[in-house]
């Protein structure tokens, strides 16, 4: 055993599609001894964990359980410990990744345990190798730019609902949201209200089997949207 602890690698693995993985995050995730993976507490699946298991040689991989609620005192817990968990490997001695879908820094899980493992002992080193957003992904298999020239772009949550975007939206030439998937139906109306379902796309399951791409968003009224659903939104023109 060594007396310095591992490393704590935070690996964005890509959005779906297993190719979109760097370089590095590959050659860390063949390297390291010990795989975190999240999970929900209800089931054990993990989809960054799907995208990279043809990747892996004898890395152990373990679950990291949080809830998913919106209870603070809730999470706070599991984060703590969750982060003991990562930190009992690190004080052993041995490196350890955390893998998440996309950007280890965008929407992600990775953010609270980065905090937590740093606020319980701050001398571990963390190395976070960015992934391949689902936005990017998405703007690519749909082949639309997100920013040309002089303009702005905006990254939402569709978690903060229809008031939350219209106020978002009135700043800005593009946007993407992510987490449309609560609040589709409000959000929807709005785009209808401001005149811009023509200049929106949905994109769902990104590089992923059931992949869609939908261009009218009025097939969407009424529809319930998936968890890994997109809206990419151009007020200028997304088409060519
Ligand atoms: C918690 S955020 C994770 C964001 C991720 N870290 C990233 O860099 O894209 C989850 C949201 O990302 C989006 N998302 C992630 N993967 C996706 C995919 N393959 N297709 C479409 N949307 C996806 C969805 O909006 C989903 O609700």
Known sequence: MSNSPGTLYGIGVGP?????????????????????????????YSLALNIVS??????????????????????????????????????????????????????????????????INPAIKVITIPGITSYHAAAARANIPLVEGDESFYLVSGAGGAARFREAIATTENMVMLKTYRYFGEIYQVLDELNLLD??????????????????????????????????????????
Not at 19 to 24: D, G, H, N, Q, S
Not at 91 to 97: I, K, L, P, R
Not at 207 to 224: H, M, P, Y
């Open 199 to 240: 200049r929106a796309l949905c994109i769902s399951f990104c590089g992923l089997e059931g992949e869609t791409i939908v261009q009218d968003l009025r097939t969407l009224k009424d529809k319930q949207m998936s968890y890994l659903s997109l809206i990419i939104i151009r007020k200028q023109s997304n088409r060519s």
């Open 54 to 119: 043809r990747y892996l040689n004898q890395a152990r991989i373990e679950y990291l359980p949080f809830p998913m609620t919106t209870d603070r005192d809730l999470l706070q817990a599991a984060w703590e410990q969750n982060a003991r968990t990562v930190l009992r490997v690190l004080t052993s001695g041995q490196d350890a990744a955390f893998i998440t879908i996309g950007d280890p820094l965008t929407y992600s899980t990775f953010g609270y345990l980065l905090r937590t493992v740093k606020n």
């Open 16 to 44: 779906g599609d297993p190719e979109l993985i760097t370089l590095k995050a590959l050659r860390v995730l063949k390297q390291v001894p010990y795989i975190f993976a999240p999970g929900s507490t209800k089931n054990d």
